[in-house]
């Protein structure tokens, strides 16, 4: 990839879930950065949050209900992430290298939030 904004490191800082229950808490780890597969988009973050959504998943609160931060998300607390488009999985259509993207609520992916906005949110 010829842009440095767009060069994909080999490694990411996340915060990883530690333990279950009241007594879990988050670390800040390096973790590799995984390259997408077949239809998926990987996509630098430059701004994402923790919201009372992760303190649940966090602390099991949602564990009676069957909803849980599983295997899916690494145990990777964060998510309403946005940011830029900086690798292609085979098979994807619609999204070129540099757009932009908007990460939904756990683990899915907006193709419509942030794409393609000239002029910023609106």
């Known amino acids: 990839m010829g842009n440095p904004i767009h060069q ?5 800082s ?3 879930k530690q333990g279950s229950g009241d007594s879990s ?3 800040i780890v390096t973790i590799p950065v995984q390259k997408p597969g077949p239809g998926q988009l990987l996509v630098k973050i430059n701004y994402t949050g923790l919201c009372a ?3 649940s998943l966090i602390f099991d609160e949602w564990n009676a209900f ?4 599983g295997d899916a998300c690494a145990s990777i607390a ?8 900086v690798a292609m999985g085979e098979g994807v259509q619609g ?3 540099g757009d932009r993207a908007g990460i939904k609520w756990i683990v899915k992916v907006s ?3 942030l794409k393609r906005r000239p002029h910023g949110l609106t």
Do not use: C, F, R
Not at 8 to 12: C, I
């Open 111 to 113: 193709i419509s939030l």
């Open 8 to 12: 994909v490191p080999e490694t990411q």
């Open 25 to 27: 808490s988050t670390k």
């Open 66 to 69: 069957g909803v849980s931060m």
């Open 14 to 16: 996340a915060a990883v």
């Open 78 to 85: 964060g998510h309403e992430g946005a940011g830029v488009v």
């Open 95 to 97: 999204w070129k290298e």
């Open 53 to 55: 959504s992760d303190k």
